[in-house]
Nanobody
Framework: QVQPVESGGGSVQVGDSLTLSCTAS????????IGWFRQVAGKERECVAA????????YYADSVKGRFTISREIAGDTVTLQMDNLQAEDTAIYYC????????????????WGQGTQVTVSS
C-alpha cells in the first residue's frame, strides 16, 4: 500500500515562497493521480492542487490559481507543490494524497493520505 510522505513545510512571511515535496513509501506513485489538500482547524479539507497520472492534466482551486504549481517527476516518483506569493489564509496543514482517479475540474477525492505538514504564513 502506497504511503505519501510530505516534507518542506514551515513558517514564512506573507509574499514568500515555499516548496512542498511528496514521495512514495511502501510503493510507487506510478498508477496514481496525486493531489495536495489543506485543512484549517474547524474547516473541511480542500483539494488545492492535483495532477493526473502522467502529470499532463492539472487542477487548481480558485484560491491558489496563479500562485501554486503542482508538478511530478516520474523518474524520481516525486510530486512537488511550489507555492508563491503566500498569504496568511494559506496557513494550514497540507496533505499529499494519492488517488486512483483524477476528476477533471475537481482534482481527486483521496484514497491514500500522508501525515501532513504545517505551513504557517505570518504578516
Amino acid at each position: 500500500q502506497v504511503q505519501p510522505v510530505e516534507s518542506g513545510g514551515g513558517s514564512v512571511q506573507v509574499g514568500d515562497s515555499l516548496t512542498l515535496s511528496c514521495t512514495a513509501s511502501g510503493g510507487s506513485f506510478s498508477k496514481f493521480a496525486i493531489g495536495w489538500f489543506r485543512q484549517v482547524a474547524g474547516k473541511e479539507r480542500e483539494c488545492v492542487a492535483a495532477c493526473s497520472v502522467s502529470g499532463a492534466t492539472t487542477y487548481y482551486a480558485d484560491s491558489v490559481k496563479g500562485r501554486f504549481t503542482i508538478s511530478r517527476e516520474i523518474a524520481g516518483d516525486t510530486v512537488t507543490l511550489q507555492m508563491d506569493n503566500l498569504q496568511a489564509e494559506d496557513t494550514a496543514i497540507y496533505y499529499c494524497v494519492a488517488d486512483y482517479i483524477f476528476i477533471e475540474g475537481r482534482g481527486i477525492l483521496g484514497d491514500y493520505w500522508g501525515q501532513g505538514t504545517q505551513v504557517t504564513v505570518s504578516s
